[in-house]
């Protein structure tokens, strides 16, 4: 059987202008995530990353530290989905339950908790299928993406090799409701929980996946540094 290991992205910038680069610390994750795969003697035979800025930095530190990497690939559908959209188009239908919200969305860095159960809030509704105020990539749409991405990536992957996809916590929660059968609320669940350059681990056999490990995170723990140890 063969290795797929997804990776979410190191710490982007949350709170900033532009979420989608990395902190120093994201960086620092990545580079630490490449020497763990080269000490743990993890050779990749073929590397795939999104498009956005946060993934392609990530595969690109983690690699440069990797003897032999393979050349990354990148595939759009292993972005992920828009927030920043869903969030605008859900958002005005919590404003009469929620006066707040807005002012708590804008300054998220200064109130990460009030951020994340408000998130949560608008993330149930996208699973729904809540009609918003513009349109946004619905659900289904993301897990038909995401799972045409794995299966395009897979396809090139032969008996036996090592697959390395760099994305993002959404992602990575929509293949595991995919692979796992998980209801999308219960995998949401565990995408909180997603930590910033953790490894997912599945084996392949063709078309036939199946969950081996997941959110592995010890080339930070190994570190002994708390501060490298982040979920954004």
Do not use: K
């Not at 990749?44 to 800025?53: V, W």
């Not at 690109?60 to 990497?69: F, I, K, T």
């Amino acid at each position: 059987m063969g290795n797929l290991y997804l990776i979410r992205h190191g710490q982007a910038s949350f709170g900033a202008s532009d979420y989608d680069v990395l902190s120093s610390v994201g960086e620092r994750q990545a580079r630490l995530l490449g020497d763990f795969l080269a000490s743990a003697g993890i050779g990749l035979h073929h590397c795939y990353a999104g498009s956005l800025r946060r993934q392609q930095d990530t595969a690109r530190h983690a690699l440069a530290r990797l003897p032999g990497a393979p050349a990354l690939r990148t595939l759009e559908g292993f972005n992920e989905f828009d927030a920043q959209g869903v969030i605008r188009a859900l958002l005005p239908g919590l404003l009469p339950a929620e006066p707040d919200a807005l002012s708590i969305l804008r300054n998220a860095a200064e109130h990460p908790a009030q951020f994340q159960r408000l998130f949560e809030r608008i993330v149930a509704l996208w699973l729904e299928g809540a009609e918003g105020t513009e349109p946004t990539e619905p659900w289904g749409s993301f897990l038909s993406r995401t799972a045409l991405a794995l299966e395009t990536a897979l396809e090139q992957a032969g008996p036996g090799e090592n697959v390395a996809v760099f994305t993002s916590g959404g992602v990575i929660t929509a293949l595991l409701h995919r692979y796992t059968g998980l209801a999308a609320s219960e995998a949401f669940r565990l995408n909180w929980q997603i930590y910033n350059s953790s490894i997912t681990h599945l084996r392949f056999h063709g078309t036939d996946v199946t969950l081996a490990s997941f959110n592995g995170h010890a080339h930070l723990q190994l570190a002994r540094i708390p501060e490298l140890i982040t979920w954004r």
